[in-house]
């Protein structure tokens, strides 16, 4: 028998040492139930919790989804500096933001060639290298 959305997200969250609280299951079976991985907004996952009948406040989403990512099962990625967007996929990986519709996709890893980077300041190493790529329709 195959497992629901709900067991789904219940397993995902304890292998992440998150306590599977019914408003986390709520939300991780939205983002990971079918496997399928995604990039969403608090306000879109908000909007599809409800569309759902579950009972969160955005609030709720915004904490839930921090959590999500201080365990590392979801990638934050920042747009403009006031944009978030929260990426189910925590392999490093280019990113599409599509200007005219205000959403990310992934951008194919093999064709990025990154050849060097600068040297860090002392004391410090380069924790990550995000990539987001702005495109606007012609």
Known sequence: M?????????????EAGLR?????????????????HRHVTAESLFESAKDEGAAVSLATVYNTLRAFCSAGVLQEITVDGAKSYFDTNVHDHPHFYWEGDGC?????????????????PEGTEIASVDVVIRLRKT
């Open 2 to 14: 195959m497992p629901t959305y709900e067991q789904i997200a219940s397993e995902w969250l304890t």
């Open 20 to 36: 599977p609280t019914r408003q986390r299951v709520t939300l991780a079976a939205l983002l990971v139930g079918d496997g399928q």
């Open 104 to 120: 990310v996709t992934d951008a194919p890893s093999e064709e990025l060639v990154i050849q060097s980077l600068p040297q860090p």
